[in-house]
């Protein structure tokens, strides 16, 4: 059964960093992009992040740069968010999704409907 698992959510204050882990099971994510994205009630999801597999092939939106950072580790088949200085507006569940169309992501923004695989998400709280 394919899937991806989100861990390393909860709540945080301001200023404060949480780290997001995705796994999968049934296929291996390494060789794929992977996205991380996140959704707030009443609005739409939103690409926050994306790494692929060739050197540099990263995105990062423009409402985090300088503060996550985006990661993968192929021996353990996992893919991080590292979220430094969180800001109450960063508060939304977080998702993170494969894109089994790219092994590298584009220069354009993460698009939702190529990523085929999802995980359930994970909720972060950022407290002001």
């Known amino acids: 059964q394919v899937q991806l698992v989100e861990s390393g959510g909860g709540l945080v204050q301001a200023g404060g960093s949480l780290r997001l882990s995705c796994a999968a099971s049934?296929?291996?994510?390494?060789?794929?992009?992977v996205g991380w994205f996140r959704q707030v009630p009443g609005k739409e999801r939103e690409a926050v992040a994306c790494?692929?597999?060739?050197?540099?092939?990263?995105f990062l939106a423009d409402s985090v740069k300088g503060r996550f950072t985006i990661s993968r580790d192929n021996a353990k088949d996992t893919v991080y968010l590292q979220m430094n200085t969180l800001k109450p507006e960063d508060t939304a569940v977080y998702y993170c999704?494969?894109?089994?169309?790219?092994?590298?992501?584009?220069?354009?923004?993460?698009?939702?409907?190529?990523?085929?695989?999802w995980g359930q998400g994970t909720p972060v709280t950022v407290s002001s």
């Open positions: 049934g296929f291996f994510l390494q060789y794929y992009a």
């Open positions: 790494v692929g597999n060739s050197v540099g092939s990263t």
């Open positions: 999704a494969a894109n089994l169309m790219r092994r590298d992501c584009g220069a354009h923004s993460p698009i939702l409907h190529e990523y085929s695989y």
